[in-house]
């Protein structure tokens, strides 16, 4: 009968450990979830001689950003993807996920700088270096905010 007690307060002792892991799981998911809540969405467009550039921003309450944008590239590429980043004073640094219409099955990420003054966001020009297949703006290289394609201008968002 003693042999019999040990065993079965250890398995009632791992039943509640469980039970506590569970709720520390659920509460670091729930916490995960309100950060990512959209708090604000802003919309943009470029556009540069036949390029058309659509760019959805949702402001979450943790301060990251996350949306959407569409790169209609003349003459017939659309690439179409994700964006998440966050804002480093005024410039916004992003990695935009996205796949090209050209090759559908291939999925691409490139970051991506885009400066704000005013209600503008002016997307930079900088040095890009591919390490073990990840791809990266070179800390020590300036971003150009001058020469460049494509200025985002605010826009009214389109409902869905």
């Known amino acids: 009968m003693k042999n019999l007690v040990l065993p079965c ?17 659920k509460e670091a998911a729930a916490a995960k979830a309100d950060a990512e809540t959209v708090v604000g969405t802003e919309c943009y467009k470029a556009i540069y001689e036949k390029d058309t550039l659509d ?28 964006v998440a980043g966050e804002f480093h004073g005024d410039t916004l640094f992003v ?19 885009l400066l704000k003054r005013d209600k503008q966001l002016i997307l930079g020009n900088g040095t890009m270096q591919t390490t073990m297949g990840v791809t990266y703006l070179v800390k020590d290289k300036p971003i150009d905010f001058e020469k460049v394609k494509y200025k985002f201008d605010a826009v009214e968002c389109a409902a869905k």
């Open 9 to 25: 307060l250890l398995v009632i002792g791992l039943g509640f450990q469980s039970c506590k892991n569970e709720e520390k799981q």
């Open 55 to 82: 760019l959805k921003l949702n402001t979450l309450k943790n301060g990251k950003l996350s949306g959407e944008m569409v790169m209609k590239v003349a003459p017939s590429t659309v690439r179409t993807g994700e």
């Open 95 to 113: 990695d935009y996920t996205f796949t090209d219409s050209a090759t559908k099955n291939t999925t691409f990420k490139n970051p991506m700088a």
